[in-house]
């Protein structure tokens, strides 16, 4: 095989070493499933506990925990995506004042860990109440969900903000020139544009949330690493209990992307004044199925 | 205890952190020696047995214990690692460090994975509360909330408590201990329950937080202390499972500890007689 190459390579023009690459590319991708395959195929066959695995008690533990974070995810999904068109709105308006403050909560949402949020608003927030006093005992998914929103609402918003400035300057002044307000031509000829535009990296940003919630095992919520680490210290098995994790947040990840696929397909078709319209129907499952991940 | 004895200590414990690895590597295979460099796996902090000063030193009886057998009786240096609790078995059996010396009781289920020295401490599981609280008896407890260390002997004594219950008591487990004192603070756990020595620390610095009383399983000890106590327990230093010479020579070096009196110095200095 190394003979043809090289022959194809040395004798050929452009089109040849085009081939050449294509097929070092295949090679390299062959080789990658081929390790990776082998590889999970021995974890597969020898270190995970299939009794255990399918054992009532552990996946009923494992169940509780993925519908816990599917409505932690959806709640702050629809909070911090509410949340970031108000910020990305603010970025682009034209008070400084909203400006600038739409800027620092982005600052410092986006610059700060989310772990040091979540620690600020579980552990410290409480402490401003005497010991004891505290009003909400179970604060952990509150907190989190507080955590969550604030935090991708900062990137949300910027998604938006960078989906506003990829429209061109043309559209708002034609749509000005037509008579419209500011406020209108936003609404009914920028924002739909801007929110085609700003799809995929909103998509991108609540997938990021999707995996966030791991983050959560910290504060005490019983999420999916939270119950792979309690089962994993008590059998001293990780693998069979990554099986678990590694399945369940692929589940929540992948319809995620569906999801976003759908409404990326959705936004390019017909005509943008009645996109939102279609988007907002999402929520009812109205004609086909492509969003109902 | 005179402190330039404490510093001289402390010189021993540098940082982890790279060298981690290095020493982990020279210290497979091999019983003792001179100059060696034993890795010690511990979940820090976890006063009084293993935590950091104002100035970031580690200082605790584990610690003690440890300058005591590895550097005083078996002539070897000696490093801390930090590691979470709830994966230190784990990680010693993958060769992160040599030993745990991280208050760890031992049990049936630890010692199918590990082997334990003799055991060199006693504690009882205890549960701590808030002033005022409604709860006044073990049986109260049915229907609150406790707060525990992940993987640690704690979360499993709340473990057997919620099977009491029928289920009917919510277990929220925390990565470290001060998290779960934390929540007792900030009203999201009823009770914490946890090693006597280490809730009697928290209990000294917070007069809010007060031992639930009772008569426990460790009524009818001399030495128990007086309040409800879940379980009797005792720490060992546990080592891989192929570590038998260098586990003899640690117990031979904790029975010379017991015998000339420094085992009752480093317990008078942390647990005041």
């Not at chain 2, 010692?111 to 060199?120: G, I």
């Not at chain 2, 008591?169 to 090693?195: H, K, M």
Request: with cysteine; aromatic share 10%.
């Amino acid at each position: 095989m190394a003979t043809q190459t090289e022959s194809e390579s040395s004798g050929g023009g452009v089109l040849m070493r085009d081939r050449l690459v294509k097929r070092v590319g295949e090679v390299a991708a062959g080789g990658f499933v081929l390790a990776i395959g082998g590889l999970l195929a021995w974890i597969l066959s020898t270190q995970v506990d299939y009794s255990l695995l399918a054992s009532p008690l552990i996946a009923r533990r494992f169940a509780e925990a993925f519908f816990l974070v599917v409505q932690i995810v959806v709640i702050s999904s629809l909070l911090s995506v509410s949340l970031g068109v108000l910020v990305g709105l603010g970025r682009i308006s034209t008070s400084n004042v909203t400006g600038r403050i739409a800027k620092g909560y982005v600052e410092f949402f986006r610059g700060t860990p989310l772990l040091f949020q979540l620690f600020v608003i579980y552990f410290g927030v409480p402490r401003l109440w005497a010991t004891g006093e505290f009003p909400f005992t179970d604060w952990a998914i509150p907190a989190a969900i507080i955590g969550l929103t604030l935090n991708h609402g900062a990137y949300v918003g910027e998604a938006i903000r960078g989906g506003i400035d990829a429209v061109p300057n043309g559209q708002m002044e034609a749509a000005r020139s037509l008579g419209m307000s500011r406020v209108m031509a936003l609404r009914q000829v920028v924002l739909p544009q801007a929110w085609r535009n700003a799809l995929a990296a909103i998509g991108n940003d609540q997938i990021i949330l999707v995996k966030d919630t791991s983050l959560l095992t910290v504060i005490a919520v019983p999420e999916i690493m939270s119950v792979f680490r309690n089962i994993n210290s008590n059998q001293l098995d990780p693998w069979t209990p990554l099986v678990w994790v590694c399945v369940l947040y692929l589940a929540i990840t992948m319809s995620m992307s569906q999801l976003v696929n759908g409404l990326e397909r959705r936004s390019d078709w017909g005509s943008d004044s009645r996109m939102f319209g279609r988007l907002s129907g999402l929520g009812s499952g109205d004609d086909d199925g492509g969003e109902e991940a | 205890m005179d402190e330039n004895r404490a510093v001289n200590r402390r010189q021993y414990l540098t940082a982890v952190g790279a060298s981690g690895l290095a020493a982990t590597a020279g210290c497979i295979g091999g019983g003792g020696g001179g100059g060696e460099t034993i890795t010690i796996g511990s979940d820090i902090p976890y006063a009084p047995f293993e935590y950091r000063n104002e100035a970031g030193d580690l200082i605790g009886f584990d610690v003690e214990i440890a300058e005591a057998v590895f550097a005083e009786q078996l002539d070897m240096d000696y490093e801390f690692q930090e590691t979470s609790f709830d994966g230190i078995i784990a990680s010693l059996n993958n060769a992160n460090f040599r030993v745990i010396m991280s208050a760890m009781t031992i049990n049936e289920s630890r010692a199918e994975r590990v082997d334990f020295s003799d055991p060199y401490f006693t504690a009882y599981q205890t549960v701590l509360l808030l002033e005022g609280s409604d709860i006044g008896s073990r049986e109260d407890l049915q229907g609150t909330s406790v707060g525990v260390q992940r993987g640690t002997t704690g979360e499993a004594a709340a473990e057997d408590l919620q099977e009491d219950f029928g289920g009917d008591l919510q277990i929220e487990s925390y990565d470290q201990i001060n998290g779960a004192f934390d929540a007792l603070l900030n009203n999201q756990v009823d009770a914490v329950i946890n090693d006597n020595t280490v809730s009697a620390s928290f209990a000294a610095e917070n007069e809010e937080v007060v031992f639930l009383e009772g008569d426990g399983v460790a009524a009818d000890r001399d030495d128990a202390p007086p309040y409800l106590t879940l379980t009797i327990e005792e720490y060992g230093i546990a080592f891989r499972q192929d570590d038998d010479d260098f586990r003899e020579e640690v117990n031979g070096a904790l029975a010379t500890i017991r015998e000339n009196g420094t085992y009752e110095e480093i317990y008078n200095e942390y647990f005041d007689g």
